[in-house]
């Protein structure tokens, strides 16, 4: 469903086939906008308080995947230089 809202022809896909797609479309569309890869203004020793703060948003509990605050810091420190 992801892929097809991208704009995706999943004609012929297998549903995992599709789901990579959509990734890949994802992935395109933040090239596109020049959304970066990293943050370069996150510091190493802000990663705890920046995952505690994420955990502590409104937005949060509607995530489609539960997350720990140590999922939360590997996620930060993967866009982080600096970790």
């Keep these: 469903e992801v892929a097809v809202a991208m704009g995706v ?3 012929g896909m297998s549903a995992d086939e ?13 090239a596109d906008v020049n959304i970066p890869h ?3 203004a996150m510091k190493a020793d802000e990663i705890e308080v920046l ?3 994420a955990m502590a ?3 949060f509990p509607g995530n ?3 997350a720990t605050l140590d999922d939360v810091i ?10």
């Design 74 to 83: 590997e996620l930060f420190k993967k866009i982080c230089p600096a970790a």
């Design 64 to 66: 489609p995947r539960e």
């Design 57 to 59: 948003d409104a937005c």
């Design 18 to 30: 599709a789901a990579d797609a959509a990734i890949a479309a994802v992935k395109q569309l933040s």
């Design 9 to 11: 022809d999943t004609a």
């Design 38 to 40: 990293v943050c370069e």
């Design 51 to 53: 995952a505690k703060d």
